[in-house]
């Protein structure tokens, strides 16, 4: 398996524009996570699936976030509007029995 | 609800020094606890992982570390730390409904 697969690696986007960043998770994993990191907050779960169906969304910053996962082997996670405060790199991992295999990530900056 | 947490947020060492980073959980059930490295611009990856049996872990790159139950620990050691180990260290645990929850880290720097 390739591994958890992010895209695109790196995003540059102008404030108010939408962005969706994209992850394939490895196959026969059940839970898929979205994370983003920063400098100043570390790294922050945003939201987790359990077999494609949102558990926990509670960190999802704002309504501007939202996330999808269509079906087992795909993911989005969407801002819109962004922000200039949005720039980070976001992190998708799949796990299995609780080991989480990370993607490369998207650094995402929001000018 | 199950969370970890680091005690050092930054450490300097200077190479050749032992390394120990403190990590705490709170869960009350059954744990799988884990170690992951982030070196500089790359993603977290797996240093070692604790399901059962033998409380003393041995991961990757001579680290190791130790299940405590009754101290709900599992700290990360490594004996003689690299330049090449600056990185952050990430400990993470799973209870319940297998979510993984991180600590918030620590930023090793090792100085030649």
């Known amino acids: 398996d390739a591994g958890v697969i992010q895209s695109p690696r790196h995003e540059v986007t102008e404030m108010g524009q939408e962005v969706t960043l994209r992850c394939k998770p490895i196959?026969?994993?059940?839970?898929l996570f979205w994370y983003r990191q920063t400098m100043m907050r570390g790294l922050e779960l945003l939201i987790y699936?359990?077999?494609?169906?949102?558990?926990?969304d509670s960190g999802m910053p704002e309504d501007r976030f939202s996330a999808k996962m269509p079906n087992a082997s795909f993911s989005t996670l969407k801002i819109q509007p962004s922000e200039p405060r949005d720039s980070a790199v976001y992190f998708c991992?799949?796990?299995?029995?609780?080991?989480?295999?990370f993607g490369q990530g998207t650094r995402l900056t929001v000018v | 609800a199950q969370s970890v947490s680091q005690h050092n947020h930054h450490v300097i060492l200077s190479e050749a020094a032992s390394l120990e980073l403190g990590c705490n959980y709170s869960?009350?059930?059954?744990?799988?606890l884990f170690w992951y490295v982030q070196y500089p611009g790359q993603h977290l990856q797996l240093l070692l992982k604790?399901?059962?049996?033998?409380?003393l872990v041995k991961g990757i790159k001579g680290f190791e570390a130790e299940f405590i139950k009754s101290k709900f620990s599992f700290n990360l050691r490594k004996p003689s730390v690299q330049w090449s180990d600056t990185a952050e260290y990430f400990c993470?645990?799973?209870?319940?409904?297998?979510?993984?929850?991180f600590g918030i880290g620590t930023k090793l720097q090792v100085i030649p």
């Open positions: 991992a799949s796990s299995f029995r609780g080991q989480a295999f």
């Open positions: 196959s026969g994993h059940d839970y």
């Open positions: 699936f359990n077999n494609n169906v949102p558990i926990d």
């Open positions: 869960y009350g059930g059954t744990v799988n």
């Open positions: 604790y399901f059962s049996g033998d409380p």
């Open positions: 993470a645990v799973t209870g319940g409904y297998q979510k993984v929850t």
